[in-house]
T-cell receptor, first 113, second 112 residues
Framework: EDKVVQSPLSLVVHEGDTVTLNCSYE??????LLWYKQEKKAPTFLFML????IEKKSGRLSSILDKKELFSILNITATQTGDSAVYLC?????????????FGQGTILTVHP | DGGITQSPKYLFRKEGQNVTLSCEQN?????MYWYRQDPGQGLRLIYY???????QKGDIAEGYSVSREKKESFPLTVTSAQKNPTAFYLC???????????FGEGSRLTVL
């Protein structure tokens, strides 16, 4: 059974802090790892990582994948209250389950002013 | 407007009643998915469909049924056999080749 585990489950910080969210996985037929941000309802896409060691960046957010150690991290620098959300990690597997994503439990990030 | 439309956004039902959640998309995506979200458990896959007239069970399909008669539509029925149906249900789509999922706004079902 495919498994994705995120840590910590929740995190409270103050504006300006830097946070690191973790995602580890045990799956068969790995294709990619994706990060989503969920503020209220629909999760919105952040990053998709397929290659090990290559950092993806978007503004204050960045993410990297380690396929040898089977984990990924999502970094947010200079956090703002608008970063408060649930951050979801998902792993896409291939083969007969082409395109199927298995999600982790999510990390609830709260940023205080 | 392009996107994924889920309806209703909120639904209350009595125990023992079947309910059907609608998901319509005009993104021309091949694959459609239903996920259930409970607090502290992330998203769990109920059913998915990669082409019309075909669908597969996900990790928690018991007590649910789906159909995929049209590319644009993938309704989910929560049957009375589902023991704990109160949850937030998310519909998503993707291209057949996989990758990024696009999500609807969700339907929150409460069974009284």
């Amino acid at each position: 059974e495919d498994k994705v585990v995120q840590s910590p489950l929740s995190l409270v910080v103050h504006e300006g802090d830097t946070v690191t969210l973790n995602c580890s996985y045990e799956v068969t037929n790995f294709r990619s790892l994706l990060w989503y941000k969920q503020e209220k309802k629909a999760p919105t896409f952040l990053f998709m990582l397929t290659s090990s060691g290559i950092e993806k960046k978007s503004g204050r957010l960045s993410s990297i994948l380690d396929k040898k150690e089977l984990f990924s991290i999502l970094n947010i620098t200079a956090t703002q209250t608008g970063d408060s959300a649930v951050y979801l990690c998902a792993v896409e597997t291939g083969g007969t389950s082409y395109g199927k994503l298995t999600f982790g439990q999510g990390t609830i990030l709260t940023v205080h002013p | 407007d392009g996107g994924i439309t889920q309806s209703p956004k909120y639904l209350f039902r009595k125990e023992g009643q079947n309910v059907t959640l609608s998901c319509e998309q005009n993104l021309n995506h091949d694959a459609m998915y239903w996920y259930r979200q409970d607090p502290g458990q992330g998203l769990r896959l109920i059913y998915y469909s990669q082409i019309v007239n075909d669908f597969q069970k996900g990790d928690i399909a018991e007590g649910y049924s789906v159909s995929r008669e049209k590319k644009e539509s993938f309704p989910l029925t929560v049957t009375s056999a589902q023991k704990n149906p109160t949850a937030f249900y998310l519909c998503a789509t993707s291209w057949a080749r996989g990758g990024e999922l696009f999500f609807g706004e969700g339907s929150r079902l409460t069974v009284l």
